[in-house]
């Protein structure tokens, strides 16, 4: 690295998919420390400890769901990591050895087109953990705020919501302090939206179209700072989350990768980050290391451990082809924001944290041969997959939850809850009619529609 180099990023664009592990997804990367084809690590089965080894799989769903909640998780990594199957075979005990063996499932080197693409291309951070040994929603909120305030239990349904009130300043409101532009872009229902202090700012959520619109346009008019959650329901749900299909996420990535990359003046002033929240309850080798608490509220989870390893790609033609062996997690890149625009704190992980933004200094000039555009997969509508996965439980919660802000926007008259009560009515009629009902309470909340 040459010290005494500007930084020369403009622009961060964030794509965060969901619950897939290191090894699973880029552990035959060259150069990573991934998976050993020459000697696949293997997990005890249970009840009968059978060794379960590492093998190249060609699923593109998963199903049933692998469990992830800190529970399962700390199950998992017990050992070191040598809890990933067992955790499975116990969780779902109507599961056969083949089945149980997806779990230590990996994709070999080019199944996965566009990520290893751009993983061939562009510096892979092979130690880049979760923020804490749990699923979605923390993991989620320390991404976008270095903490979760001590929670890491996800909301359960409709009965025993679980739900908090999660009023923690966000990177956004510290951008926004700085008058620094900024805008989430989401699929149908993001799940940023369940920090209160977000409510501040509801002209700053956009579907997923306006991103293709903006990325095409000037590039001085494109926020300094996006964040991009995918769709998480129905037919096109593109979040990678099993049992969806792991190719509609493929071509998410492609579809971002290439708006960015297509208008010049953008991509040579923008970093786009690619990670992944949770590892999903897949197989990762390597044992989450001890991490800094991110402030007092330790009242499910000590917060001084990482979780497992997850797929991390920074994207940019400032960016040589290399893999990156520092320890990161999700508050590197708040560090990495807090830094370079000079932001308010966001709690002691962040400070402790190592930036990703020394990575970005080492070259004199852009690169020339970045690859693109990347041809998507092509994809055959599918049906959605039966029931709701805890991420999409919680986030129908919360949708019912909206209901009592969208009758006071609109001065809890008759009309309003006339409104309210046929949303209410039309969810309960089919269970498929949960998500198309969370996205109308969304849509009522963000713009009044």
């Known amino acids: 690295m040459t010290p005494g180099n500007a930084d020369p990023i ?13 090894d699973r997804m880029l552990g035959t990367i060259p150069g990573v420390e991934g998976v050993d084809l020459s000697n696949p690590r293997s997990n005890p089965d249970f009840p009968v400890p059978n060794p379960v080894f590492e093998s190249a799989t060609t699923e593109r769903s998963m199903n049933p769901d ?35 063996a997806g779990i230590m499932g990996y994709y070999a080197h080019g199944f996965l087109g566009v990520l290893h693409a751009l993983a061939d291309s562009f510096a892979v951070c092979d130690h880049w953990f979760s923020s ?105 749900q593109n979040d990678q989350h099993p049992p969806s299909d792991i190719l509609a996420g493929e071509a998410l990535i492609a579809n971002v990768y290439n708006a960015i990359w297509q208008n010049g003046e953008l991509w040579q002033k923008t970093l786009l980050v690619l990670l992944y929240d949770e590892h999903g309850g897949f197989y990762d080798h390597v044992d989450p ?27 940019s033609p400032w960016l040589d082809r290399q893999v990156i062996h520092d320890t990161f997690d999700h508050t590197s890149l708040l560090k990495y924001a807090t830094d370079k625009w000079s932001l308010g704190p966001l709690g002691a992980r962040v400070a402790s944290a190592r930036s990703i933004g020394p990575y970005l200094l080492a070259r004199q000039s852009p ?19 039966p029931g709701l996965n805890a991420n999409q439980n919680a986030l129908v919660a919360f949708s019912r939850f909206l209901e009592t802000k969208i009758a006071d926007a609109a001065g809890r008259t008759e009309a309003a809850f006339k409104e309210i009560g046929q949303r209410l009515v039309a969810s309960m009629e089919d269970g498929a009619h949960h998500a198309e009902t969370a996205i109308v309470r969304l849509e009522a909340f963000l713009h009044g529609k």
């Open 66 to 100: 692998p469990e992830h909640e800190l529970d399962d998780v700390l199950r998992q990594i017990a050992g070191p990591c040598q809890g990933f199957v067992s955790d499975f075979a116990q969780q779902y005990p109507q599961t056969q050895p083949p089945q149980r």
């Open 10 to 22: 403009e622009h961060i664009v964030v794509l965060m998919l969901e619950n897939n592990s290191f």
């Open 289 to 315: 290391p001890p991490a800094i608490p991110p402030d007092s509220n330790t009242q499910e989870f000590a917060f001084n451990r990482y979780g497992p390893r997850v797929p991390a790609v920074l994207i």
């Open 132 to 236: 804490l040994p749990g699923p979605t929603w923390p993991n989620r909120f320390f991404v976008h705020s270095g903490t979760s305030l001590g929670h890491v239990k996800m909301p359960n349904g409709v009965f025993h919501p679980n739900l908090h009130i999660y009023d923690q300043p966000t990177v956004y409101e510290r951008l926004s302090e700085r008058n620094i532009d900024w805008g989430i872009y989401y699929g149908d229902f993001p799940q940023s939206i369940v920090m209160t202090r977000q409510w501040l700012y509801p002209g700053r959520y956009h579907r997923m179209q306006e991103f293709l619109e903006a990325a095409n346009g000037p590039a001085d008019k494109f926020p300094h700072y996006a964040f991009i959650e995918p769709t998480y329901f129905g037919a096109s």
């Open 367 to 385: 690169r020339g041969d970045t690859p693109g555009p990347l041809p998507a997969p092509e994809l055959t509508p599918g049906e959605p997959a």
